[in-house]
């Protein structure tokens, strides 16, 4: 049998997602069900001194009406940061209280303060306006470099300052500093972004009052967790009276990591109420109360000899959090962030020091990529500019600069497994005729146009991750994965998964692994996921792990069954488990060539015993029938994806355009399970990444009004803003998990910002420009171009 | 969206006289309906033209190309006559929005809309258009009064939008890269007696640069307008563009419209 791992495999689960017989959330509808409708801070920053909610409950089909008041009454607890992360100082980050309805303060705009549930849509809407705040406005904090010199928007957190964390040795850099030829620097806005997942949030409950539980369907990436979140700090229930269910989800890119409001409310609501909730986000709620991602302020420096080998290097980032810290919150800018801000070289001396601080905006949290593309800009854009200040062709400087022996012990954290990073960027270049560059410059500048080539070489720690090694880091749990395998009394399998597709394709690619590992065909495999009432535990998909953690519990469940498989069929064979292969499906006696399939042997675990013969178990002493078997995986170690991405852009200097001509992909994934899976997911991440580069920016004015809250200010990238993507492979095996798979989700959306903006630097030579490269950004830098050239001539 | 009466006259003077101080016409929604939906705008009579045979089509004589009120955006764009006689509009009509708005947009709802950084308001600019209500003829240059104006008077309906065919002609379009609208868009229209350069999206509402329009007439080339400043001082500024960068895009899209020509 062909082996499936590895084959271009189409994704089971599009039939149903591309014929509109998906099932999500807004789908599901409970018999007598309500409606939501919150009421929102319009103001960035407030004290909240009065909400009355008297005309709203007089209001027709108004079941009821809560506030801040009666959940803080319930004490049902408020939202959490994951990860505690300590200070250079040693002292605890500080973290202000996030109770899902604003009592006494707003933060931001788009903070929930009420909520009105109803009999219809319209009447909770119409509700929720007669709702009556009376607020007092204060001045808000709004601008990440600002925050530390502004008032204090939490009570007891000086400078706005959640944490001045540092990673790394001062003093070895200053030394380093001190040995260099030259030293280069970059200061660097990365752009706040909002995820934009196509499905917006939504949730509904359903408590069954007499069993009193709860039923939350909602728009999770990791139902279980959230479980545990709400259980556990939310109080809203114990885990055992509370299902969570995330059917199909449409796209997360970190935005459904987080237990929401919403959630909570919904949930303590529905008990209280005693009536089924569904509530849905308008497009805008999204916009305003999704957590966003990025939103740096970062100066790097990188001490280089004249021959242009790194000494040293130095980042210091304020990281904006936004109004709260949240569940990678916290850990985005400093663990994801800082370790990788190396990038792929061998540099013996760095530091990353981050000071995360809290404004009056929406939260920030991971978003595609989370930490790792704004590491891999900070460090691309310096290597860059270094290759461009010292006279060395850009992709000379980083083969000198490449480790060339693996395990990599990188500078700051982790140790790289695997990787060959000079092949890569050797096979990129031949793949974007890097070599020709030149001639197309020339030919765009006949026609009056500037063309620039750029290049980024990445390395990432995703396939999150070892528990022991996340929670000495200060995560708040583990992050093992987990599966269970059920084989059927007739032969068919269920692959139960912790891990959560919206988007990701595990339908397939799950299924190719199980049916390799069984040797039975994928029909007859059905991956299941999203429910904590199936399956066993789970962490759920982010940072590019359901492959690397959640599909190696996969691979060892099916081992065990396979391993049980043998006892019984040596037992139905009558030889000793040693004298049997298992291959393509079927337990094979080597000698003898006698032989039983694994569903023969699956038929008798179920059925162990017959009416009409003498009684004779199959299953040998003390085993017990039936053939389920679960697995918890978790890694020794992160997985390093790795690879080099070159773009050609094409720029008008009379309109300030960007057009981008040309873009190549090398990547590194390890071991690819499914070749149209990983190529769909690389497609996406770039043009995430292009997204940032080019299009992308979330702007708050300086009251804190967010004013790209619609798709008619907030630039999403288009398919028309694309080239054809040029992608190629390399392969090295991670040796951290039995598949040799190493994580790819994220890939695109990190290596491509800085391959983007490092090829429009180069076409406006050399001049610095910030995220996103806008149209007036870049005709600007040319008018500026045109003078010095002018000058120059 | 609060409720209303939805009305679906047969006729133009059925529709007019269902007109009201709390009412509106309806015809493809691409503002109508976002706006109230939004909450932005409410009415108690909604009257929907969209069945009124009489307002949709498109003709062509010898001087002009008159096409009905509710003819769509796509009608516009795959009309062969109109590509013929005027193909800078169709290539117009072709590039608003997106499949599905052109799909439903109509050239009435849009002019009638007037919206600053629509398109159709500089074809009628520069095309000397001549708008078709059910009461009278207004010149295009006495139609458009201001951000979201026009000379309409309540229950005034049009009916049809009549362009005058030009010698030459082209639209440029900077668009809004979020909602695709125009930045900076320019009609520029080469007629027998004169160049009329209309440019929408720059200002509260669509104008004919009388400058590049006078210098363009006495020399039809690009190098008549190169190296002119433009005034920024009343240009639209926002996120996407500044006023300084509104006036530079004029200059610039007017010389490529000329070149195109």
């Known amino acids: 049998m062909a082996s499936l791992v590895g084959s271009r495999v189409e994704r089971k689960e599009d039939k149903r997602l591309l014929t509109g017989k998906g099932r999500y959330t807004a789908d599901i509808n409970i018999a007598n069900q309500t409606y939501a409708a919150f009421v929102r801070s319009p103001h960035a920053r407030a004290k909240i001194k009065k909400v009355d909610t008297s005309k709203a409950l007089k209001a027709s089909g108004v079941v009821s009406v809560l506030t801040g008041e009666e959940i803080a009454t319930d004490k049902i607890g408020g939202l959490i940061a994951g990860w505690a992360i300590r200070s250079e100082d040693g002292s605890e980050m500080k973290v202000p209280a996030n109770p899902p309805l604003a009592k006494d303060n707003a933060n931001f705009v788009g903070e929930p303060i009420a909520v009105v549930f ?110 545990l979140i709400m259980s556990a700090f939310g109080g809203v229930a114990p885990e055992n009276k509370l299902r969570v269910v995330a059917p199909d989800v449409g796209g997360g890119f970190g935005s459904k990591i987080n237990v929401y409001n919403e959630e909570i409310i919904c949930s303590w609501a529905s008990k209280k109420i005693e009536r089924p909730i569904k509530w849905i986000a308008e497009r805008t709620e999204s916009f305003l109360t999704d957590t966003h991602g990025r939103d740096h302020v970062t100066h790097a420096e990188l001490a280089v000899t004249n021959d242009g080998k790194f000494l040293g290097f130095k980042n210091e980032t304020i990281a904006n959090l936004g109004a709260y810290a949240r569940v990678f919150g916290t850990v985005t800018p400093t663990y994801l962030f800082g370790p990788c801000a190396t990038g792929v070289y061998t540099i013996p001396a760095a530091y990353s020091n981050v000071k995360a601080v809290y404004t009056n905006t929406a939260p920030v949290d991971a978003y595609r990529g989370a930490g790792r593309p704004e590491a891999t800009y900070t460090i691309e854009r310096l290597v860059e500019k270094a290759a461009m200040e010292l006279g060395i062709d850009r992709t000379e400087i980083r083969m000198k600069n490449f480790p060339t022996e693996f395990p990599f012990k990188q500078t700051l954290v982790h140790t790289v497994d695997s990787g060959d990073y000079v092949s890569g960027l050797k096979k990129a270049k031949e793949m974007a005729d890097y070599d020709g560059f030149e001639a197309r410059r020339k030919k765009s500048e006949s026609n009056g146009k500037l063309r620039g080539i750029g290049v980024s070489s990445y390395f990432e720690a995703c396939g999150i991750a070892p528990s ?149 178990s199959p299953l040998p002493e003390g085993e017990e029938p039936g053939l389920i078997e679960t697995s918890f995986f978790d890694p020794a170690n992160f997985s390093f994806p790795a690879g080099s991405h070159i773009a050609e852009v094409e720029i008008d200097p009379e309109t300030g355009e960007v057009k981008v001509e040309k873009y190549t992909a090398v990547d590194d994934f390890g071991r690819i399970v499914n070749p149209l899976v990983v190529e769909g997911q690389v497609h996406g991440g770039i043009a995430q990444g292009i997204g940032q580069a080019l299009h992308e920016n979330t702007e708050y004015d300086e009251t804190g009004q967010l004013i790209t809250a619609s798709y008619m200010d907030y630039t999403m990238p288009r398919a028309d803003n694309f080239p054809e993507f040029n992608l190629g492979f390399t392969c090295t095996h991670a040796t951290s998990n039995p598949l040799g798979v190493k994580g790819c989700g994220e890939a695109g959306a990190i290596a491509s910002p800085p391959t983007i903006m490092n090829a429009v630097i180069d076409a406006l030579g050399g001049q610095e420009i910030s995220m996103p490269a806008t149209a007036e950004k870049v005709w600007r830098a040319c008018k500026l171009l045109k003078k010095t050239n002018s000058k120059a001539a | 969206m609060k409720t209303f009466n939805y009305h679906t006259p047969k006729d133009v003077k059925e529709a007019s006289k269902l007109a009201s101080s709390s009412s509106a016409f309806l015809a493809g929604g691409m503002t109508s309906v976002p706006s109230m939906k939004l909450g932005l705008a409410t009415y108690k009579d909604i009257i929907d033209i969209k069945h009124i045979k ?13 096409i009905g009120a509710t003819t769509k955006h796509v009608d516009v764009a795959t009309s062969k006559e109109v590509k013929k006689a005027i193909p800078s509009l169709a290539k117009l009509a072709g590039g608003i929005g997106d499949a599905q708005v052109r799909n439903r947009g109509t050239v009435g709802g849009s002019i009638a809309n007037n919206d600053p950084s629509a398109c159709y308001p500089s074809a009628c600019m520069a095309l000397n258009a001549i708008i078709h209500t059910n009461n009278r003829k207004i010149e295009a240059s006495k139609f458009f009064k201001g951000m979201f104006e026009t000379a309409l008077k309540k229950g005034e309906l049009i009916e049809a939008v009549e362009f005058q065919i030009p010698e030459k002609s082209n639209y440029q379009k900077h668009p809004n890269p979020a909602s695709r609208y125009a930045i900076v868009g320019v009609y520029l229209a080469k007629h027998k007696k004169e160049v009329n350069v209309a440019v929408t999206g720059a200002k509260s509402s669509v104008y004919i640069d009388k400058d590049l329009s006078k210098k363009l007439s006495s020399s039809f080339s690009s190098s008549a307008i190169d190296g002119i400043e433009l005034d920024s001082s009343e240009m639209n500024s926002d996120i996407h563009a500044s006023g300084e960068f509104r006036a530079s895009l004029v200059l610039t899209y007017a010389k490529k419209a000329v070149e195109a020509c």
Request: charge should be negative; hydrophobic fraction near 40%.
């Open chain 1, 468 to 616: 022991a090694v996340v929670m000495s880091l200060g995560c708040g749990v583990g992050l093992w994965e987990s599966s269970e395998v059920r084989f059927n009394p007739t032969g068919q399998v269920s692959v139960f998964t912790g891990a959560h597709s919206h988007g990701q394709g595990h339908d397939t690619t799950f299924a190719q692994i199980a049916a390799d590992e069984l040797g039975v065909p994928l029909e007859t495999i059905d991956v299941v996921h999203g429910d904590t009432d199936k399956g066993t535990f789970g962490m759920g998909t982010y940072g590019s792990r359901s492959l690397a953690v959640g599909g190696i519990a996969i691979v060892n469940a099916c081992k065990k069954i396979v391993a049980k498989g043998k006892r019984v069929a040596a037992k139905m064979l009558e030889v000793n488990e040693d004298e049997i292969d298992f291959k393509d499906g079927e337990f094979v006696v080597t000698k003898s060539n006698k032989k039983k399939t694994i569903g023969e042997v699956a038929f008798a675990c179920y059925l162990p015993g017959s009416r009409d013969s003498e009684f004779k």
């Open chain 2, 54 to 66: 009489k307002l949709s089509g498109i003709k062509v004589s010898g001087k002009s190309v008159t």
């Open chain 1, 118 to 227: 109803a009999e219809t849509l319209d009447e909770a809407r119409a509700a929720a306006d007669l709702v009556s705040v009376d607020y007092k406005v204060l001045k808000g904090v709004i601008n990440t470099g600002d925050a530390m010199k502004s008032e204090a928007i939490h009570d007891g957190i000086d400078k706005n300052l959640c944490y001045d964390w540092l990673l790394g040795d001062r003093k070895a850099v200053e030394e380093a500093f001190a040995k260099a030829d030259k030293i280069i620097k970059v200061d660097l806005i990365n752009n706040r972004l909002v995820p934009n997942a196509m499905e917006p949030r939504a949730c509904v409950v359903d408590y069954n009052t007499a069993s009193e539980e709860i039923t939350l369907y909602t728009t999770s990436q990791n139902p279980h967790l959230s479980r």
